[in-house]
């Protein structure tokens, strides 16, 4: 075997094979050999049997797959022994190879392999390929392998999260949703061996198993029920549910003992977790499961973490579906006895109804009356007429709703009972000035109708359609299509929101118009329409425009089939004029006697859902009038894009907004204790509010009270009444400005930092230029105009060397912070096995600077500060900057710190002295590029680059620095914390004898010239 430089290569050329079944490597067939050369050379995972006895070796890509339990002990030895666990596996695969010749390859097969003290779950992808003597028989095995454990493990781990979350997003409870939970970690048993889910019972104050995984018969140790004041529980529920954090639980395979339905997975551990939808209004629960035995303990519990996740927003949705089940069977139950309350309570009306009806129609018959006294008893006579109206309503509703609707359906002409009908209504739409089209041509056949019923869906669409059409006209027309008769009244009035197309038909539903002629209603018509319209086979439907109004469409079938057929009278029957039609009549001319004024269109409609969309931050409103109606009024017109608040007068007005600024105030002017004028005023006096934008409400029209309130100090003014969309326009008007006016100060102020920064940044970098550049010209004059001994020109040489290292390390730090701007600083990492050494070369370099101020470098640097992925360039020059800073900080004869240590997942290095300490103010900015707090009198306070270029380097390489000080004169500390290598620390250099490059020397050697000058002015000071 030719030499190479791979251990197994010296392990196999080393090894005595004269001392097994196929002799010395010098006698192998030339096959052999060259299949061991090609093994060996090869970086990809190999391993060869060969001989009659299958004798193993194997490449140094193969020794993690076998694992240290392995290594080099197998090396030489039968396979069947070496690989015993699998050997079964092996023998049949072997075997078939030698006999056949054949090649074979299988992917992401299960191999449980003892290589970590443990039996460990593995998934390979093997190939297996025939080995030949040199006279061709088959005399011996290749294997190459890839291990795909964490791949086959990761994927399986996220099909159960993904089936876990796909599933129980159907559950209709907490309950639900962990017996889902539970039938999905059955079927994921390598993972989680067995679960337990409990659920917190509120009542009873404690923990109910709801459902389990992976177990049969439970063991009566596990109670079904756990009290949350009880600790002898065998899985500690009542402590992770009052701490709410995991707990650990051992010996889990003797706790459960047969029990366990899959006893080849055996778990040893498990977890406790606390499941939570972090809602309070949903309950917590626990998942308690087991570990896989054949994985690591930190991968199972990471899992079983997610599941709980998981679970815990699956217990949160249900908990919200069943909310939102109970809250509609609550409705449900409170509409029904509304309606029974509004049925029982129009049945106790009807009677003293009827004896107000009766007199009042006998005394206005009488011809002795006064003419005034006729006029408030026909008044009176319209308003009992109103209340029949509205009680008959309630009554034909509550039946229908009931199911006791008494229809009788007849053979009747629809067209001449339709158009008797509107008739009716004729002379009101003439005294509202709308025009009444009627459209009804006879029909090929009679309708099969109830004409009471009909009469109603009639009149409530004709009287509908008359109170939102203020002017143009209404069209009612009948037509006969191919299999049922349609009615369609459509009208020129104010329209309907798209939002409110599906509510019009709600009962008791109140969509308020942009125009109608009153806003009064019971939201009972359209409804009651709807429902007799269904009695009939049939169905009502709308369809509007915003603005151009609304076609409502009433179809019913052609025929009777479809119909009661004990319900029908299929003789023909005259059309009755049904007894409520003067009443809708009547109601609808009181529309008009309440606005005998001309018609005018309304100032404001309905905002648009787009509109609503457009602000999604939720400013703060501030509403402010005496009326609660009208602040109830506001917020629900304002609430849906702000958040609203309100406040009854100016004082507590003022108050409110001292303790916390709104974005907007809306105040109306005529308050008690305090006008809005007075509070305006009061606003503007005070520099914190004075740039709150008021919007002033008032009943006072025209020109001169608008310029008071502007002239007071309103952004604006705004006349009751106001339209909706004026008023949302102005506030969206007046926060946009707000916005804009906050925008430019913070631009300004962020400009005048930026400015400020810049100049203190040159004037520090003329300061840092001015020592080294003085040195070099006054010595250069030396050296050009005096005669110099050996020795003064050694001493100048040093001076201009000191001075050009200073030069070297600015421009080092510019030319850092000059490049970020136009590409990203950048690291080169390497793998180390310690960065301690890096430390140390660091740590001696400065030595020399901490000796001129006297100052104790005490340095901890543990050896196993590894392994790491890092630029040993940047990392010591980090280090340089941070130790730079603490010796320009720390007075003569302090103290500097240098530790640093594996701490958990990361490698932690602190910088602590006991200089001059950092105001808790300024920790904030301590990081900043060019900041540097206030200037120290002293030259040599540097540009205020170091910190910042640290911190980027450190967050480039994955880590985090920290500045901690307890104030002033107590010194500082800065905290670096880097991660570790995900990777072996094998594959990791060991550094020795590291050296500080010369960045790290330059700035070394420039804080000593600082500490000896420093020190120089104190003795001087002193003396």
């Known amino acids: 075997m030719k030499r190479h430089h791979g251990e197994m290569a010296r392990r196999i050329r080393q090894f005595d094979w004269g001392s097994t079944s196929i002799g010395p490597f010098e006698s192998w067939p030339t096959r052999w050999r060259n299949a061991s050369q090609l093994i060996v050379d090869s970086g990809f995972p190999a391993a060869l049997a060969l001989g009659p006895d299958l004798l193993y070796l194997y490449n140094d890509a193969f020794i993690a797959i076998g694992g240290p339990e392995r290594h080099p002990a197998a090396l030489g030895r039968p396979v069947k022994e070496v690989w015993k666990e699998i050997w079964p596996y092996l023998d049949t695969r072997f075997r078939d190879t030698l006999s056949t010749g054949r090649p074979t390859v299988e992917t992401d097969i299960l191999m449980p392999l003892e290589r970590s003290g443990y039996l460990e779950e593995t998934y390979m992808r093997l190939s297996f390929a025939v080995v030949r003597n040199d006279s061709g ?39 639900e949703a962990c017996r889902l939970a539970a039938a999905v970690l059955d079927s994921q048993r390598r993972d989680a061996p067995f679960a337990l889910l409990y659920l917190y019972d509120h009542g009873r104050g404690g923990l109910e198993r709801v459902a389990t995984s992976g177990l049969g018969d439970i063991p009566e140790a596990i109670a079904p029920f756990v009290p949350l004041d009880t600790a002898g529980d065998p899985w500690p529920l009542a402590a992770v549910a009052s701490r709410g954090e995991p707990a650990l639980i051992e010996d889990v395979g003797r706790i459960l003992g047969p029990a366990l339905l899959s006893p080849e997975v055996l778990p040893q551990q498990g977890i406790a977790l606390r499941v939570s939808s972090g809602s309070p209004e949903s309950p917590f629960g626990i998942l308690v499961a087991g570990f896989n035995p054949m994985r690591p303990a930190g991968e199972s519990r990471q899992f079983l973490e997610d599941v709980a996740a998981h679970l815990g927003s699956a217990i949160g949705s249900a908990r919200m579906k069943e909310l939102a089940e109970e809250r509609a069977r609550h409705l449900t139950a409170l509409d029904r006895a509304k309606t029974a309350f509004f049925s029982n309570v ?29 006029a408030l008893l026909e008044t009176a006579e319209q308003a009992v007429g109103r209340l029949h109206k509205l009680i008959n309503s309630l009554l034909d509703f509550s039946r229908v709703e009931a199911g006791r609707a008494d229809a009788h359906y007849q053979s009747t002409d629809l067209a001449r009972l339709t158009a008797d009908l509107a008739g009716m209504f004729r002379s009101v739409f003439e005294c509202a000035k709308v025009t009444l089209v009627v459209d ?69 539903a109140l969509v308020r118009a942009p125009r109608a002629r009153t806003v009064e209603g019971s939201g009972i018509g359209l409804s009651l329409a709807q429902e007799l319209t269904r009695l009939h086979g049939g169905s009502l439907e709308v369809s509007s425009e915003l603005g151009r109004g609304s076609t409502f469409r009433v179809r019913i079938p052609r025929g009777y089939a479809h119909l009661p057929e004990d319900r029908v009278d299929t003789g023909r029957s005259p059309p009755p004029l049904a007894s409520d039609s003067r009443l809708f009549v009547d109601e609808a001319l009181g529309w008009l006697e309440a606005n005998l004024e001309p018609c005018r269109p309304a100032s404001g409609a309905r905002g648009s859902a787009s509109d609503a969309d457009r602000n999604t931050v939720r400013e703060r409103v501030l509403v402010v009038d005496d009326n609660a109606q009208m602040r109830q009024y506001l917020s ?60 002033l409400l008032s009943a006072r029209a025209g020109e001169e009270a608008s310029v008071e309130g502007l002239q007071a100090g309103a952004n604006d003014y705004l006349v009751k009444p106001f339209s ?7 506030i969206e008007v007046l926060l946009a400005q707000a916005r804009h006016r906050a925008a430019e100060l913070r631009r300004r102020s962020d400009a005048e930092q930026n400015v400020r920064a810049r100049e203190e940044f040159f004037a520090a970098l003329a300061h840092e230029l001015r020592s080294p550049v ?80 006297r100052i104790t470098l005490y340095r901890m640097l543990e050896t196993e500060s590894g392994p790491a992925n890092i630029d040993p360039d940047r990392l010591q020059q980090i280090v340089s900057n941070l130790l730079a800073n603490a010796i320009r900080f720390t007075s003569p004869g302090g103290r500097i710190d240098i530790t640093c240590a594996r701490r958990a997942e990361m490698i932690e290095l602190r910088v602590s002295d006991t200089g001059k300490g950092i105001p808790a103010d300024a920790l904030p900015h301590v990081f900043e590029q060019y900041w540097q707090g206030q200037r120290p009198s002293d030259e040599g306070s540097g540009l205020g680059l170091g910190l910042s270029i640290s ?10 620095i920290q500045a901690l000080s307890e104030g002033e004169g107590l010194g500082a500390t800065f905290v670096v914390r880097l991660p570790l290598a995900a990777d072996p620390a094998e594959s ?19 804080t000593e010239i600082l500490a000896e000058r420093q020190v120089a002015r104190d003795d001087s000071a002193a003396a």
């Open 137 to 175: 028989i088959p005399s011996g095995i290749l294997c190459t392998a890839t291990e795909n454990t964490e791949l086959v493990i990761t994927r399986r781990q996220t099909d159960c999260l993904r089936r876990l979350a796909t599933r129980c997003a159907a559950a209709s409870s907490p309950r």
């Open 346 to 374: 129009s049945h106790e009306l009807r009677t003293p109804l009827t004896l107000l009806m009766g007199p009042l129609r006998q005394v206005l018959e009488s011809v002795s009356l006064e003419p005034q006294h006729k």
């Open 440 to 508: 009804c041509p006879p029909t090929p056949e009679p309708a099969y109708v109830d004409p009471e019923m009909w009469a109603k869906i009639v009149h409530n669409l004709l009287s509908n359609a008359l109170k939102f059409t203020l002017e143009g006209q209404v069209v009612i027309r009948l037509r006969t299509l191919s299999n049922h008769f349609e009615l369609t009244i459509t009208d020129t009035g104010c329209g309907i929101a798209g939002e409110d197309l599906t509510r019009i038909f709600q009962r008791f």
């Open 636 to 695: 629900r017109l304002l609430q849906e894009r702000w958040q609203v608040e309100t406040e009854p007068d100016g004082a507590a007005a003022l108050e409110h907004v001292r303790l916390g600024r709104p974005d907007i105030v809306i105040a109306d002017i005529m308050m008690p204790h305090m006008s809005g004028m007075e509070m305006l005023r009061a606003l503007r006096a005070e520099a914190a509010t004075a740039d709150i934008p008021v919007l």
């Open 724 to 730: 909706r969309r004026e008023l949302v326009a102005r």
């Open 774 to 853: 003085s040195s070099l010209f006054a010595w250069l004059e030396v050296l050009q105009s005096e005669r110099l001994t050996r020795s003064k020109m050694r001493d100048s040489l040093e001076v201009l060397e000191l001075a050009a290292t200073s030069l070297r390390r600015l421009s080092a730090d510019l030319y850092d912070v000059a490049r970020a701007r136009s590409r990203p600083m950048h690291v080169v990492p390497r793998p180390v096995a310690s960065i301690a050494p890096l430390i140390g070369a660091v740590i001696e370099a400065f030595e020399p600077a901490a000796l001129k101020k």
């Open 951 to 960: 911190r980027r380097l450190v967050e480039l390489q994955g880590g985090t």
């Open 988 to 1006: 990791h250099e060991i550094l020795q004898a590291v050296e500080a490059p010369a960045r790290v020397r330059d700035t070394a050697l420039a």
